[in-house]
């Protein structure tokens, strides 16, 4: 049998603007030295008088000097197989690698937008997890002006690759050395997986998710000490590149956080357990800053954050678990609250270094998806406890702009 050798190849696609790795398939040279002493593809006669036979087709000199019969083997069949299998993309795929470098790049980590039209798109050929989080992205964000079944179906099906792949991506990192572009691309696809889940019905759960990869392959890349792409991954900048845009916001009608208040103080009757009696003060603790401070509630809504992200394991998984009406409930005041801050969440965008241009006058829904799906899911005996929610949700329904929302 020849020993079989992949040889790799790069070649520029005009489409991508990025290197697309090909492959030939070779052989060995060495495995094409005939011997001399012996042959292993004589045919039968020879190899049953243990001559050497000379292989020379149709019937070798032996065969015709005895009249007999010649027959080979049957040559041995090389099935030419990649050894790392190579995604293809359409035209289609490449219409959504422009979109996401022109139209739907990430607004987070703030500030870095040219690290996501530049620096993450030229290492995203190397990483089939981060290409398919790109392309499912930007297919969801298409999907805005464009709902024809092809774009649904790519957005899920490069959703689906993207996580099969960064699953094996994560595991290989860690019983490997981890590299600083393997880092830095597991981090970017936690990002635009996150920001698909918002234009997921259901995607409330996987936002979290995703959102604690980011931590856990950045905390990763800290000790490890490998410098993240993203600026201020590491750093707690955010607060102190909002506060020029925040210190002297108004704050939002008075109403409106005193009704966040007193819904979410009913729920502490409901709360059993510690993550939904410390959920529970996350909220109360955001919506009591809204009567004080726009920047402080910010600030608030932040910690709330980083306080579920670093939840252990199994806490989290209760905190994910919407078969419990308790933490249906949390869920739905916390988007519910996140809504009627929707003015004070805007200003993240007036800090971009660059943004997209607007295409046309649609607004995307965003977190009241996950408001209108986490409402239904309230059964008849706690409707009593989401009153306010579905207040929330019924202003929106009449005026999408009705607490602020820009975009």
Not at 3 to 13: D, R
Not at 53 to 66: A, D, F, L, N
Not at 358 to 364: G, P, R, T
Not at 375 to 391: F, S
Request: proline share 4%.
């Amino acid at each position: 049998m020849h020993n079989i050798t992949f040889y790799s190849i790069q070649f520029y696609s005009p489409y991508y603007g990025v290197y697309v790795l090909g492959s030939i398939w070779g052989f060995d040279s060495n495995s094409l030295i005939v011997a001399r002493t012996k042959s292993r593809r004589g045919c039968y006669n020879c190899k049953r008088r243990r001559i050497k036979c000379q292989e020379t087709r149709p019937s070798c000199g032996h065969c015709v000097k005895t009249g007999l019969k010649c027959e080979y083997p049957s040559l041995p069949q090389i099935i030419h197989q990649p050894h790392h299998q190579i995604p293809l993309f359409s035209l289609q795929d490449m219409r959504l690698f422009q979109h996401f470098l022109t139209q739907c790049y990430p607004h987070h980590p703030l500030k870095q937008e040219e690290k996501w039209t530049h620096e993450i798109p030229c290492i995203a050929h190397h990483h089939e997890f981060l290409m398919h989080a790109i392309l499912g992205f930007a297919a969801s964000e298409l999907t805005r002006t464009d709902d024809s079944s092809s774009l649904v179906t790519a957005a899920m099906n490069h959703r689906v690759k993207a996580i099969k792949a960064i699953k094996k991506g994560l595991t290989e990192a860690s019983e490997a050395e981890m590299t600083y572009e393997q880092g830095n691309a597991l981090v970017a696809t936690c990002f635009a997986l996150t920001f698909q889940s918002v234009s997921l019905d259901d995607g409330l759960a996987e936002y979290m998710t995703f959102i604690r990869g980011i931590l856990i392959v950045g905390m990763q890349m800290m000790v490890k000490g490998i410098t993240p792409i993203f600026d201020s991954l590491f750093e707690h900048r955010q607060d102190e590149l909002m506060a020029p845009l925040m210190q002297h916001l108004p704050l939002i009608q008075s109403g409106w956080a005193e009704a966040a208040v007193e819904a979410i103080s009913n729920l502490r009757t409901l709360c059993v357990d510690s993550v939904e009696v410390a959920y529970q003060e996350q909220l109360i603790g955001i919506a009591q800053k809204l009567q004080i401070s726009s920047f402080d509630a910010y600030k608030a809504n932040s910690r709330e954050y980083a306080w579920w992200m670093m939840l252990p394991h199994a806490s989290f998984q209760h905190l994910i678990n919407l078969e419990r009406q308790t933490i249906v409930l949390l869920h739905t005041h916390w988007i519910a609250l996140t809504q009627i801050m929707a003015f004070i969440h805007e200003r993240e965008y007036d800090v971009s270094e660059k943004r997209p241009p607007k295409q046309d006058n649609s607004m995307d829904p965003g977190f009241i998806r996950w408001l209108k799906h986490l409402n239904a899911r309230v059964d008849y005996g706690h409707q009593a406890y989401n009153q306010w929610p579905l207040w929330v949700d019924e202003q929106l329904d009449r005026d999408m702009t009705f607490f602020g929302k820009r975009r």
